[in-house]
């Protein structure tokens, strides 16, 4: 197994929880949670330090995403005690858009067919993760539909034994069509991309035409009774910041749930820290004209910052990764279109599951190298301007 282990990685990663009150818990929790943490940092136990960080995003209870066994989910557990019980799968870097933010203008080299993991060797790595704990699945790309044998591999995937949750991101462009399909296959929940509301700029950001497709295929998830379909929106100053509101306009009468996104640099998108608006800065902008804006409680796990309006029946949602980063609750890791295991989105390292899987390696063994590689996952991400200058994939090939 040394063979294997010889490619793990190391990322210069800093921990740096953040500091604020969390909006949905009382003072006397937050009181209480900072006098734990501040106690077991000073004590030098940074791992039940990095772990009771949750407290601090959220007074929610994570229990229920253990597992029962933990002898058998120890390689999901990293050396701050995080339990990664969520899975996202790229199943393909081909994609329909050309979207700006993810992919350069002059595109990309795509993985040669034969280097890509075929459907056997995908549904092999999901039940090995699944069998250790993992709940949730969460189908990426490029753009997953243009997958032909999508719809096996959520019939597969989705009666694979503990899973709970089998989600897709998708730009949209193919769902209406073969959404009742794949929700017949198991697909339980689905978020679909879209960062304008005007078709012109939708061409522009996305160098192809297919606005109507999109807002067609959200609409045909919401009569499907996918509840609530999530929109997921990038924002980028000078391009769609004007039309925030406007977003959030469609969870008045639909169970929409908005969530915008934090511009966030990856190889060839031209990341610049101008084009970042905060999510101090869109949290003002929605509430000068939605006084009755109200935060909600999350998970300790989730991604996002989600908040209610009355009288809307949908909801909206700040995913901050670039100015309030939620590293201490992160249960997440990614499985490449290549075969490449990744433990942070933003780390540039990569280990293969593919080579040992097609050089004969067991499933301990698999385990063995996933866990390594867990154990070496940091408390946080680098932060963004030590993002922007490390090398890393553009997002089509890691998955959005």
């Given at each position: 197994m040394r063979r294997h282990l010889?490619?793990?990685?190391?990322?210069?990663?800093?921990?740096?929880?953040?500091?604020?009150?969390?909006?949905?818990?009382?003072?006397?929790?937050y009181?209480?949670?900072?006098?734990?943490?501040?106690?077991?940092?000073?004590?030098?136990?940074?791992?039940?330090?990095?772990t009771r960080a949750f407290a601090t995003t959220s007074c929610a209870s994570a229990s229920e995403d253990l597992p029962k066994d933990n002898s058998v989910s120890d390689m999901l557990v990293d050396s701050f005690g995080r339990l990664h019980t969520y899975l996202r799968i790229s199943l393909t870097e081909r994609c329909n858009l050309r979207c700006q933010y993810c992919m350069p203008a002059e595109g990309v080299e795509l993985t040669p067919n034969p280097q890509l993991l075929t459907k056997t060797e995908i549904l092999r790595l999901a039940n090995l993760f699944v069998s250790s704990g993992v709940t949730k699945i969460r189908l990426t790309g490029g753009e997953p539909t243009v997958r032909k044998d999508i719809e096996d591999i959520c019939l597969e995937l989705s009666n694979l034994k503990g899973l709970r949750t089998l989600s897709m991101t998708t730009n949209g462009i193919a769902?209406?069509?073969?959404?009742?399909?794949?929700?017949?296959?198991?697909?339980?929940?689905?978020?679909?991309?879209?960062?304008t509301l005007v078709?012109?700029?939708?061409?522009?950001?996305?160098?192809?035409?297919?606005?109507?497709?999109?807002?067609?295929?959200?609409?045909?998830?919401?009569?499907?009774?996918?509840?609530p379909v999530k929109v997921n929106c990038v924002v980028m100053r000078g391009f769609n910041d004007d039309e925030i509101c406007d977003f959030v306009e469609l969870t008045?009468?639909?169970?929409?749930?908005?969530?915008?996104?934090?511009?966030?640099?990856?190889?060839?998108?031209?990341?610049?820290?101008?084009?970042?608006?905060?999510?101090?800065?869109m949290l003002d902008t929605v509430?000068?004209?939605?006084?009755?804006?109200?935060?909600v409680k999350d998970h300790p796990t989730d991604t996002a910052k989600n908040f209610t309006i009355d009288g809307h029946e949908g909801r909206?949602?700040?995913?901050?990764?670039?100015?309030?980063?939620?590293?201490?609750?992160c249960n997440r890791l990614r499985l490449l279109a290549d075969g490449n295991?990744?433990?942070?989105?933003?780390?540039?390292?990569?280990?293969?599951?593919?080579?040992p899987m097609r050089g004969g390696a067991e499933d301990h063994e698999l385990r063995e190298i996933i866990g390594a590689a867990v154990k070496r996952k940091k408390a946080s991400h680098a932060g963004m301007f030590d993002i922007a200058k490390t090398a890393n994939r553009p997002m089509i090939h890691i998955g959005g």
């Open positions: 010889s490619k793990f990685f190391h990322c210069p990663f800093g921990f740096n929880p953040s500091n604020s009150f969390p909006l949905n818990c009382d003072m006397g929790s009181c209480a949670a900072r006098s734990t943490t501040r106690q077991a940092l000073f004590s030098g136990h940074l791992n039940e330090y990095a769902l209406a069509r073969k959404l009742l399909k794949l929700k017949d296959c198991g697909l339980t929940s689905v978020n679909i991309s879209l960062d078709p012109a700029k939708f061409e522009f950001m996305t160098r192809r035409k297919g606005h109507e497709k999109v807002m067609n295929s959200i609409n045909t998830a919401i009569d499907l009774g996918y509840n008045r009468e639909k169970p929409i749930d908005v969530r915008f996104i934090e511009f966030m640099p990856f190889d060839g998108n031209v990341w610049n820290v101008k084009k970042l608006v905060p999510y101090s800065e509430m000068k004209r939605f006084s009755s804006l109200k935060r909206v949602s700040f995913i901050t990764s670039m100015t309030e980063h939620f590293c201490a609750g295991f990744k433990v942070c989105l933003f780390g540039p390292s990569e280990v293969s599951l593919r080579d």
